[in-house]
Every structure is written in structure tokens, then in C-alpha cells.
């Protein structure tokens, strides 16, 4: 039995196989004929045609805010995934990754997705405990950690043990939101309507959370007046808003559930610090603006990226861990 650890993002899909490490990262989208349905791109090769198609071509993105929201396309995208990776003869188990308190209905989408896509057995993890595997924690039952996911769609947060969660929440804030308001930000600074893929650019590329950060981007997008192309170029001072404004939320978050847990162990979580990881945490300055504000050391990923997928695959790689860490 081939065993993988599974990350369907809202917007990347991460494959860790035991035995090979990180086989795949690539867009969850697909690009399809709105007419007759087939799909004419998958992942990677489907996301640059995002905001480029001509009409009769849809991008499909079929998980949204960490949900499976179109079944069919999800199984036939995690099918062609599992074709790269995997040989037809394996079975395969696989552990998937999971925004903290998904519901069983959830669950249950993602379950008939991966039969569809030829999954023999299915289990789940929540991603902060994941988060923290990924970066090698030692997890036990007497010492508490404290671990923020920030990816594309979902943001989750939680304080837990070996023995389970003391206290989690996810939330519906990540770089989507700030890659829209920073199309909204741009229109108002500049009269320059920038599309989706170079508003994400412009976050990845110049965005950051040092005050004194001057990095810059030249960006093309069409003029909100006269509707003729222009190129502007933007600092990171001018996003500045449109990503601070969501990770000022996740910390308001973070704070609500830090107020939650008994005393020990709020006294255990200033001790230890916070874990990070997610797309987002790669944004200049992230760590160091996540410990200023929480008032706690913070531990960011050596690949933000990756870490949660990497902890699944310690995770599904192991029988104690699975007995602990999967989802009942
Ligand atoms: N350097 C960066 N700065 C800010 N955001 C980034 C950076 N790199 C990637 N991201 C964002 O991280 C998100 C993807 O992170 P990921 O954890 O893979 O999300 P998901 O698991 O939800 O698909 C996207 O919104 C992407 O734009
Ligand atoms: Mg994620």
C-alpha cells in the first residue's frame, strides 16, 4: 500500500508520499469548455490561463475557502494528480489535510471525491497539528502548542496536545481576500485595474509586513478612465493595508482563542511561542510581525509552504501518530 499525505488547497494541491517526500505542488483548478464540458487544462498548466481564457473556456476552482464545492471536478483533478505520482498497479492510503473543525459532511465530500479518484483508504488530520509535525515538534500530552495555518482560503488556529485539541477555530481569511483588495486598493490609488494573476504576483512579489520595506513591481492592468492599457509601479507600502488588514484579523483571532484555554496553559503557550506556516506566512516580515503583536516567539516554517503536507506525511508514515493525530 502506497501511503500519501494529501493537501487539496483552495489554492495549491500538496502530494507527500512516504518513502519520496514531496511529489507534487500544483494549482487546484482546472480550465473547461463551457459548452461541452471537457476539460482542456489541469493544475499548474490550467492556473496561467486564469483570467486570460476566451469566453467559452470556465477556470473551475472546485475547493473554496478549504471546502470541496464541485465534487466532480475535484475527483477528476485529484485523479490526474494521483496519475503523476502514483503507478496504476499501487494501492493507496491517504491522509488528507484538513482546515481545524471540518464537519463530518465536509469529511464525507472529501471522502467520496478520493474514492472517485481511486483511493482505497481514507483518513483525516487538522492542519495545526501539522503545522507543528512539519516543523519536527515533539508533540506530548503535557505540554501544549499553539499553531496558525494561513493558506489561500482558510485560516486555522489552534491550541492542542497529543491528546487532541483544547482549543481551535478557522476562519474564512487568507490570500484570496487579500489579492481582491488589493485589485480594489490599486483602483483607488492608481485608476488601474489589475487582473487576478497579477494582483496575487504583486502580494508574493513586493508585499510586506516590515514597516520600512521599499520593495517595487512595475504592473500592467487597463486605466478605470480611459480603458487604454498603463503600467504603474507600486511599493510595498501600498499594499501594505490589504494584507495587514487580514493578518491584524488572524491575530485577533488567535488572541480570542489564546483568552479561551485555562491559565497552564496560556503560561505553556508564552513559553513555547506560536508555529506558522501556509502560503501567507511567506510574506516579508510575517514572523516577526506575528510575535511583535502576540507578544510570543514565533516559529516559521522553514517551508511555509510545504510544512503542513510534510507533517501529514510524518503523520500517515507512522501507527502511533495515526492512532492520535486522524480524525475519529
Ligand atoms: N510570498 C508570499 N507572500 C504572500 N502570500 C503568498 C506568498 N506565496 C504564496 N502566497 C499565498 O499563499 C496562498 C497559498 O498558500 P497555501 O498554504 O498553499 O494555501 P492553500 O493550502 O489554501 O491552497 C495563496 O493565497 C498565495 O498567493
Ligand atoms: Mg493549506
Not at 147 to 168: P, R
Not at 201 to 206: A, D, E, G, M, S
Not at 294 to 318: C, I, P
Amino acid at each position: 500500500m502506497l501511503k500519501l499525505a494529501i493537501e487539496l488547497g483552495t489554492s495549491v494541491t500538496k502530494i507527500y508520499g512516504v518513502g519520496s517526500g514531496i511529489v507534487l505542488a500544483e494549482s487546484t483548478c482546472l480550465a473547461v469548455s463551457r459548452e461541452s464540458g471537457e476539460v482542456r487544462a489541469y493544475g499548474n498548466e490550467a492556473k496561467r490561463l486564469h483570467g486570460k481564457t476566451a469566453e467559452d473556456t470556465a477556470m473551475v476552482f472546485p475547493v473554496c475557502g478549504g471546502e470541496i464545492v464541485d465534487e466532480p471536478h475535484a475527483g477528476a483533478l485529484l485523479e490526474y494528480f494521483l496519475g503523476k505520482v502514483v503507478r496504476r498497479a499501487f494501492r493507496v492510503e491517504a491522509l488528507f489535510c484538513v482546515p481545524c473543525g471540518t464537519s463530518i459532511q465536509s469529511r464525507e465530500k472529501y471522502y467520496r471525491v478520493a474514492k472517485s479518484a481511486g483511493i482505497s483508504r481514507v483518513e483525516f488530520a487538522e492542519t495545526p497539528f501539522l503545522v507543528a509535525l512539519g516543523q519536527d515538534v515533539a508533540l506530548s500530552e503535557s505540554n501544549p502548542v499553539f499553531a496558525i495555518d494561513i493558506g489561500a482560503g482558510k485560516t486555522s488556529t489552534a491550541v492542542f496536545s497529543l491528546d487532541g485539541i483544547i482549543a481551535g477555530l478557522t476562519m474564512d481569511v487568507g490570500g484570496n481576500r487579500m489579492d481582491t483588495l488589493i485589485i480594489d486598493h490599486i483602483a483607488g490609488l492608481y485608476h488601474l485595474k489589475i487582473g487576478p494573476q497579477t494582483s496575487e504576483k504583486l502580494k508574493n512579489t513586493v508585499g510586506s509586513l516590515l514597516e520600512y520595506d521599499n520593495q517595487s513591481m512595475i504592473v500592467n492592468g487597463r486605466d478605470v478612465v480611459t480603458g487604454k492599457p498603463r503600467a504603474v509601479t507600486v511599493s510595498s507600502g501600498d499594499i501594505f493595508y490589504p494584507i495587514s488588514k487580514y493578518v491584524d484579523k488572524v491575530i485577533e483571532y488567535a488572541e480570542l482563542l489564546l483568552r479561551k484555554v485555562p491559565a497552564e496553559v496560556s503560561a505553556a503557550m508564552c513559553k513555547n511561542g506560536v508555529y506558522l506556516a501556509g502560503g501567507v506566512a511567506a510574506v516579508s516580515g510575517f514572523g516577526e510581525y506575528v510575535a511583535n503583536k502576540l507578544q510570543m516567539e514565533a516559529h516559521l516554517a522553514e517551508d511555509v509552504h510545504t510544512a503542513v503536507v510534510l507533517g501529514g506525511g510524518r503523520v500517515v508514515g507512522s501507527n502511533a501518530l495515526m492512532r492520535k493525530i486522524c480524525l475519529k
